[in-house]
């Protein structure tokens, strides 16, 4: 490991602003949630960001469920966390006191048999808590949700034995996508995108990223690989004697995940028929990385920088496919972060209310899973994302 510097703040970080409340806003379903802390080894590959190969990729996540017990709230950070972030990421220290609205470890509600799964990818440099506020609106409606933490290229991540492994700013790979990422070619894609015409100028765009980022791109891979790796051990869990035994429903698996754990989501939704639909949350440049197009409802929730690009992103999938794209809304709108902005980031805010993104983001992917994993046919999506006029939608319906 070596010693962290203020350089991490080119990785979007973001802290809360002072004077907020100490508890995160209640979700909306009738279910309390419990929250429960993971691990797993994957033996079958090398981890990419150990040189000299001799390390097995290692996964940690945490799970947010349904559950009918009340308890201790679960702070947002687990102590290690919070001091890591206050003390090296320039986090206020009310980061030490945020609560959450789930209790650690309780038992799986007993209301249903089992519950469908939903599988979360943070974005590049961000951590499995970066959407709370939504993983405990999606767990109180009846879904089981894990977030997994792609270590290395995550802030932080906590194995439930107390280790605790954060980003190594001096890792050559990691040094690699850095330098990827801050070229000229690179930092001129969105501008690029903003000026174009026409799809055909815009899907030229999409394919130059895919040449400029290569390294990056070969991380949402490895990414999807882990999605694969943990789906595999979905089984293992519910015939395990464990909280989660017979609870999960795995006829029922979506995934989702935000910027580079978009394209991620993009990338196993081609590819694995065990998955039944998918979301990518701003990380909407995957026509490069697929193969075909997806077999699954799929739904694109993009940030105002793809404006213009729905009818290119919305004929992706041989299902319903939705691109909804929020006017006034920056990346870091689709986080937690985006109801607590900071005037030393703003640049990577939109002036949306944060509240408002909030609501719309909890609204439209309840409203996108409990269509397509649970089969509540008579939601109209477009009908959902219509009550806001704020958002772009372009829709290619073929399952009605």
């Given amino acids: 490991m070596i010693k962290l510097s203020t350089s991490l703040l080119i990785l979007g970080l973001f802290s809360f602003a002072q004077g907020q409340t100490n508890t995160l806003p209640k979700p909306s379903g009738e279910y309390l949630t419990g929250v429960a802390y993971l691990s797993f080894v994957d033996e079958s590959r090398k981890e990419l960001f ?3 190969g001799r390390s097995y990729r290692e996964m940690t996540v945490k799970v947010w469920y349904p559950s009918d017990r009340r308890s201790d709230p679960e702070p947002y950070f687990l102590k290690a966390e919070a001091d890591f ?7 206020p220290l009310m980061f030490k006191d945020l609560k ?7 038992p799986v509600s007993s209301k249903e048999n089992s519950y469908p799964v939903l599988i979360f990818s943070h974005g590049w440099g961000e951590h499995y808590s970066q959407n709370t506020i939504l993983m405990e609106e999606l767990a109180s409606h009846g879904y089981i949700v894990f977030s997994i933490a792609h270590h290395y290229e995550c802030k932080f991540t906590s194995f439930p034995d107390g280790r605790f492994v954060y980003i190594e700013l001096g890792n050559p790979r990691f040094q690699k996508i850095m330098k990827e990422q801050m070229s000229a070619s690179a930092q001129g894609h969105f501008e690029k995108l903003k000026k174009a015409t026409s799809d055909e100028e815009r899907e030229q765009v999409f394919q130059e990223m895919n040449t400029t980022l290569p390294t990056l791109f070969e991380s949402a891979k490895y990414w999807a690989e882990d999605f ?3 789906i595999n051990q979905l089984k293992m869990m519910n015939g395990g ?7 999960l429903d795995l006829d029922r698996i979506g995934v989702f995940g935000m910027s580079l754990g978009g394209l991620a989501t993009s990338i196993i939704c081609s590819t694995d028929k065990r998955i039944k639909a998918g979301i990518n949350i701003d ?9 075909g197009k997806y077999q699954i409802p799929f739904m694109y929730l993009n940030s105002e920088r793809y404006l213009g690009c729905g009818r290119l992103l919305a004929g992706q999938s041989t299902r319903d496919c939705y691109s909804l794209s929020v006017k006034d809304s920056d990346h870091y709108n689709f986080t937690d972060y985006s109801v607590y902005p900071v005037p030393m980031v703003r640049f990577l805010l939109g002036p949306i209310d944060g509240k ?3 609501e719309m983001m909890n609204v439209l992917v309840l409203a996108f899973f409990d269509k397509y994993m ?9 009908k959902e994302a219509g009550k806001y006029p704020e958002i772009e939608i372009l829709a290619n319906l073929r399952t009605r």
């Fill in 241 to 247: 004697d464990n909280r989660f035994q017979d609870k």
């Fill in 356 to 358: 408002r993104m909030i």
């Fill in 50 to 52: 150990d040189g000299d």
């Fill in 283 to 291: 990380g909407a440049f995957p026509i490069a990385a697929i193969h």
């Fill in 100 to 106: 959450t609205n789930g209790g650690r470890d309780l």
């Fill in 374 to 382: 649970k089969g509540i046919g008579e939601i109209d999506l477009v």
């Fill in 228 to 230: 694969a790796f943990f």
């Fill in 85 to 91: 972030v206050t003390k090296y990421l320039q986090f």
